[in-house]
């Protein structure tokens, strides 16, 4: 059977006419084997020649070329758009926001993990510290998992993406956490979190279905709960219009202390100077085999209501120790 | 395809079939011409005794014809083919098909990577989806009625390549890619030749089952743009095929309704199934669409080149039946 010849000049388009060559005759040979007596059958045909992941006929075999001209990954994230951003939000994050971080060294600078935290802000702040902080110091990639609401806004849709946004579907976070080993970051309140109005602030809302307990579970990975404590403060909601949001088809249109501050439309996009405090708890694990079709979700919704019982005393834990909202 | 088929001595016959003559040279391929539904195949295949049917006629683009046609050529195209194939004392042991990862749909919820058995969230709106899904139908159907059958169904992503005319390749060609303002999703490019090569795998290797067959890589909407040397014209979010309308109606590009979702919000298929299968891809998706830019480049400037083949039938029959011609070990 034919091989490409180890020496490597044999270009593509030679060794396409050769084994075309070689077929024809080993067409005769077939023939009047067949003709004459009957023969065994042909032995199996041999698995494809492999040649270069990006073949063109006038590169010797072995050479690659990347026809590839930008950085964005098969998620939309971009490490040359979000090096960009980091350099943007890096003054908010230091000055503004002053984000203090508690137990990073309990998120794995390798292997996928899982990290799920308590969301909050008219346009949730916590998401971008968490993100930014990890990248900053860990140097490695968080995707965040987040309502596939964002990408039907034009422009947000491809920004979110190219800053590391994967919209949260089972089969995205499993790709993510077990085939790649990298971070998620999910929040398992959903739209209820940031949705909530400043009277409910820090009171956890359900933790959705308990999809990202099994998710971890399937995946086998950790999942590391995180607690953010200031988020709420940097944009509260006063009250929510319902018909509104059902006018424009927004999950929930807010009307914060922010506007009242600053104005209908800096106050859509400014924030409080609220001190962010951010506390990573243990890595939790579950003795559940990985990969299972199906997880008994009586487990998993016992093990999400556990965990989301733990942030909830982490999260009044931190609040007890804070003197102000601003300092800290 | 047939081309590919006739270079391996194991194939002993293969038969043609179309509505148009073969615009590539055959040597010993026999070809038919029939309607666009295939009502002859069931005669044909008890005459022939062929042993595999390849079905590579679905329409995947919606582009100057109508819904009318369309449903003709894929639906009841696919429902005579299946017949004849499963024909009571048939001799037809495989069947294979050439479908498109349109039915997948593209929407917002959709997943990064479709398995072959994720389902589809998108709505079902634009004809060719609505008749490739029908057809996918009647395979699943055929497949179950019938074990003893092989059926293999090979889904593609855009195809781009130097003998077929899709819409992106059209826009490519012009030089103008439309897209849709605010939005770069990602996609998947296969190569012809891959094309051809994974039709031919699955058929030489009987493989049964669905596959996914897509370039490695998703690259975003306007590098493809980038790399294939077209600039962007982008559209307003809000009925942007009402506003390509003009430029449509002037030929100047090609935006079928199926196109819409897919440049708005991306579509990924996972490939890993066929590549178990042992098939080896030449192409990545960023590789086709540059491969595709290199040819497109050459065609401009030396026109289109290459021999110009024209079917001409009696000159065939000729070359294929008389005896006065010296034929080759293979003839």
Redesign the interface.
């Known amino acids: 059977m034919h091989r490409v010849s180890a020496d490597g000049t044999d270009t593509g388009q030679t060794a396409e006419r050769r084994r075309?060559e070689e077929?024809?005759a080993?067409?005769?040979d077939?023939?009047a084997r067949r003709a004459s007596i009957q023969v065994a059958p042909?032995e199996p045909?041999p698995?494809?020649?492999?040649?270069p992941?990006?073949?063109?006929p006038d590169l010797d075999e072995g050479e690659t070329v990347?026809?590839?001209?930008?950085d964005?990954d098969?998620?939309?994230r971009s490490e040359h758009v979000r090096s960009l951003l980091r350099r943007v939000y890096d003054p908010m994050y230091k000055h503004w926001f002053r984000v203090e971080w508690e137990g990073m060294e309990k998120i794995p600078t390798v292997g996928g993990a899982l990290l799920i935290g308590n969301h909050a802000g008219a346009i949730p702040s916590d998401a971008p510290a968490i993100m930014h902080g990890i990248e900053r110091d860990l140097h490695r990639p968080v995707y965040g998992l987040a309502d596939?609401?964002f990408?039907?806004?034009?422009?947000?849709?491809?920004m979110w993406s190219r800053t590391g946004g994967?919209?949260a579907?089972?089969?995205?976070a499993y790709?993510l956490l077990h085939d790649q080993g990298q971070l998620a970051l999910v929040f398992p309140e959903g739209t209820k979190g940031p949705s909530k109005t400043y009277t409910d602030r820090y009171r956890l809302r359900r933790f959705g279905r308990g999809g990202f307990v099994e998710i971890a579970m399937r995946a086998g990975v950790p999942v590391i709960p995180i607690a953010v404590v200031g988020a709420e403060e940097s944009m509260p909601i006063l009250f929510r219009l319902p018909s509104v949001a059902k006018v424009l088809r927004l999950p929930y249109f807010p009307v914060t202390a922010n506007h009242l501050v600053f104005g209908p439309v800096l106050g859509t996009v400014a924030y409080f100077p609220s001190k962010i405090k951010i506390r990573v708890l243990d890595p939790i694990t579950f003795d559940a085999e990985p990969d299972q079709k199906r997880y008994s979700k009586s487990t998993v919704m016992d093990e999400a209501e556990r965990i989301r019982a733990l942030l909830q005393d982490t999260l009044h834990d931190m609040l007890r120790a804070r003197r102000s909202v601003w300092f800290g | 395809m047939a081309q590919t088929l006739e270079a391996d001595p194991e194939v002993e016959m293969i038969l043609g079939m179309g509505t148009n003559e073969p615009r590539v040279p055959l040597e010993r391929t026999e070809y038919v011409r029939s309607d666009q539904a295939y009502s002859i195949l069931h005669r044909i295949v008890q005459a022939t005794q062929v042993d595999t049917v390849v079905h590579t006629f679905l329409e995947t683009n919606s582009v100057g014809i109508s819904g009318r046609a369309l449903h003709e050529i894929n639906v009841i195209g696919t429902l005579n083919l299946l017949a004849a194939a499963g024909a009571p004392g048939t001799p037809v042991r495989h069947v294979v098909v050439k479908s498109s990862t349109h039915v997948y749909g593209a929407s917002e919820k959709d997943p990064v990577w479709f398995r072959e058995e994720t389902l589809r969230l998108a709505p079902v709106r634009t004809r060719v989806e609505r008749s490739l899904l029908e057809v996918e139908a009647m395979l699943r159907d055929f497949a179950a009625d019938n074990p003893h059958l092989i059926v293999s169904v090979l889904r593609f992503a855009h195809v781009l390549g130097t003998d077929i005319i899709t819409p992106i390749s059209y826009n490519l060609r012009k030089r103008v890619l439309p897209s849709i303002l605010g939005f770069d999703p990602l996609v998947q490019f296969v190569e012809e030749d891959d094309v051809v090569r994974s039709l031919e795998h699955v058929t030489r290797n009987r493989i049964p089952g669905v596959f996914n067959v897509a370039g490695a890589g998703k690259l975003p909407w306007s590098e493809v743009a980038t790399i294939g040397g077209a600039h962007l014209l982008p559209f307003p979010p809000v009925s942007a095929r009402a506003f390509s309308a003009p430029l449509r109606r002037l030929g100047l590009v090609q935006f079928p309704p199926e196109m819409e979702a897919v440049i708005r919000y991306g579509r990924g298929v996972d490939t890993s199934r066929l590549i178990e299968t042992g098939f080896r891809y030449r192409y990545t998706s960023a590789g086709a669409v540059e491969s595709f830019a290199r040819a497109n480049n050459l065609r401009r400037t030396v026109g289109s080149s290459g021999n110009e083949y024209r079917y001409e039938q009696d000159v065939e029959q000729f070359f294929r039946h008389s005896p006065a011609v010296i034929r080759g070990s293979d003839g």
């Open positions: 075309a077929r024809r080993r067409a005769i077939v023939r042909e045909t698995l494809p020649v492999v040649v992941r990006n073949f063109r990347d026809p590839r001209r930008g964005v098969e998620w939309g596939y609401f990408r039907t806004v034009p422009g947000v849709g491809t994967v919209p579907h089972p089969d995205n790709r």
